[in-house]
């Protein structure tokens, strides 16, 4: 069975969206390598009216999707068990530590909220885990679950083809990545730094990763004081070795 990414909404016509364009696309249409399946909801109801939300419990605005009908619409599925994702700006941000786990697994089930979100109950029984894409609020979970499935499925083997191009990609060590350049030389003013078109690969791989640090450290402190402190912490690193001099009165 391919990785399987399969999606709770109240629009499946969101879908696929970006999700069936360039390699990614092809890789799902055209090879199998992966697949793509959306479940209305709303077909779940048991209302004459076809309605799955309700009033938040004690008052507030907005209503709240109906934990009945999200549990109906899940165990609707077949299969293997998958990770159980939904899609919410309250949840740990999405990273790619997580997606590598979940793109090791058979596939993702992703639901997606609206309005005031999704009964807390059928989130908490069923095992969900509530992922953010970012520190801003979305009007649904759609545009949200894209992004979760299309860093999976990217990770599938064969979908981009050039496995080593993923090595050095921001988040894999911990480093955000280096600017890339390409012809023309110059842009408006603008060269390609001289040690790019040098041939030494030496200096290259060492302005590219100071390229990377600078960046990090620039960009994102948080990532830069957790690599920091994992360098200090590994073995045979200069602070290493100071700490546990310092430890045996040396």
């Not at 293997?80 to 990273?95: C, D, I, N």
């Not at 069923?126 to 520190?135: A, D, K, L, Y």
């Not at 990609?169 to 060269?191: A, N, V």
């Not at 040098?198 to 957790?226: C, F, M, N, V, Y």
């Amino acid at each position: 069975m391919p990785f399987t990414a399969t999606v709770l909404t109240m629009f499946p016509e969101a879908f696929p969206g970006p999700l069936g364009v360039s390699l990614i696309g092809t890789a799902w249409r055209e090879k199998g390598l992966w697949e793509l399946q959306t479940l209305d909801i709303r077909a779940f109801s048991e209302d004459k009216r076809g309605f799955l939300d309700d009033t938040p419990a004690g008052g507030g605005p907005g209503q709240v999707l109906k934990a009945d009908v999200v549990a109906r619409a899940l165990d609707s599925l077949e299969g293997p068990p998958r990770p159980l994702l939904y899609m919410s700006a309250r949840g740990r941000p999405l990273t790619q530590a997580r997606v590598k786990e979940w793109a090791k697994a058979d596939g993702i089930v992703v639901l997606c909220g609206r309005f005031e979100g999704v009964d807390q109950r059928v989130l908490d029984a069923r095992g969900f885990e509530e992922i953010s894409v970012g520190n801003a609020v979305l009007a649904g979970g759609e545009a949200a679950a894209m992004v979760a499935i299309e860093a999976c499925v990217r990770l599938v083997p064969g979908v981009l083809g050039a496995a080593e191009s993923l090595s050095s990609e921001s988040f894999e060590d911990g480093l955000l990545e280096h600017p890339q350049y390409t012809r023309p030389r110059t842009f408006e003013g603008h060269d390609i730094p001289e040690v790019l078109l040098s041939g030494d690969h030496k200096k290259i791989a060492q302005w590219r990763e100071a390229q990377r640090e600078e960046t990090t450290r620039e960009r994102r402190p948080d990532l830069w004081a957790a690599h920091l402190a994992k360098t200090a912490a590994e073995p045979g690193s200069a602070k290493s070795k100071a700490k546990g001099a310092k430890a045996r009165g040396e």
